[in-house]
């Protein structure tokens, strides 16, 4: 190996954490631990902050014991960031790698953090710095380009499941409109996933709302109208981002204040405002059963979906795995960037395989829902089911007297 392939390393997490982004920070560790083209690996407190402050920790050499609980707990061990680097910015950041000899670069977050990487390896190669930078996939939205799935979303989708499921039999106990707002900006993945809630006829979700798919107010109300007339309840599972017919969000329209971060990313999440709003809608322009008052009521899962500490086997396996592919890629002097993205292996049950795509083609555009997963605007498609039921997992067995008749 070269000198010019030898040298320390800087890892991040960036964006919104997950349940399994640290998996793959303890990958990376465990997989440098292996090779001797890493002399040090340095862990950048909140990410590309960290890194113009020089905030690092030598993690390289942490004990075992120590790097599995790290493993097993959720959210970024590392601390997370919204910065999106400019010129000047990623001038620090270049400063602060010649300071500290640091020759790769891996950086773990979504499409916004990917877009981070790129930007960071595209101006090293205009100052000619020797930087190999190295994006590891994470996103609960599952909307990165190329990659098949990502790590973080199997986990989350297992959430949004387990949390309709449960909220599905409360709604059967105490019968209503019950609407659910789960995150999902520009793709509806998350949202997607409550389908698998549905064990017996009738189960909700009964109405699934996805940005893919524009909603209008009329749409919605017919929709519920016709759903509680028929089974005298309903429950909704609705994306953060779904859109109005004139591809305004939403949370948009009904909201002229909504913050955005560095990103340009309005803040969506932390706030019941979308539910209360179409609950409102619902109790104002729908009638009455019987000339009883509707009983509608609204939640929003926030950011619970993405660190509360329950986990996907296949997930948190996989996250861990695209940190070790990584770093092997590093070692390979032919190999100067890219993002580790996942594939299923055609014909198999379930079975992936690992490559590495260039960083441009993962970058800031998002990748949305096939057409075929939507059906009628309202609903989601059994083709979903089977896709997304393998990153999800089994889920509690329950029970009706239904099976009785």
Known sequence: MSEKRKGNAVIGQSGGPTMVINQSLVGVIQEVQKHSHIDRLLGARHGVRGIINEDFLDIKNIPAELAERIALTPSAALGSTRDKPDHAYCERIFKSFEKNDVRFFFYIGGNDSCDTARIVHDMAREAKYDLNVFHIPKTIDNDLRVHDHTPGYGSAARF?????IGDDYDNKSLPGVKIDVIMGRNAGFLTAASVLARKYENDGPHLIYVPEAPLSLEKFLGDVDRVYSKIGRCLIAVSEGVSAPDGKSWAEKMSEHLEKDAHGNLQLSGTGALGDFFAEQIKSKLPNPGGKKLRVRADTFGYLQR????????????????????????????????????????????????????????????????????????????AFKAYVRPLVGPLPTVGSFAEMK
């Open 307 to 382: 660190s509360f500490p329950m986990t996907s086997e296949v997930d948190a396996r996989e996250a861990r795995l695209v940190g070790q592919i990584a770093v092997k890629y590093s070692a390979d002097p032919a190999v100067t960037e890219g993002s580790i993205a996942m594939r299923r292996v055609p014909g198999s049950d379930y079975k992936i395989e690992t490559f590495l795509t260039p960083l441009s083609t993962v970058a800031r555009e998002t990748k949305h829902l096939d057409p075929s997963f939507i059906v009628n605007g309202n609903d989601i498609s059994d």
């Open 160 to 164: 949004v499941a387990m949390a309709m």
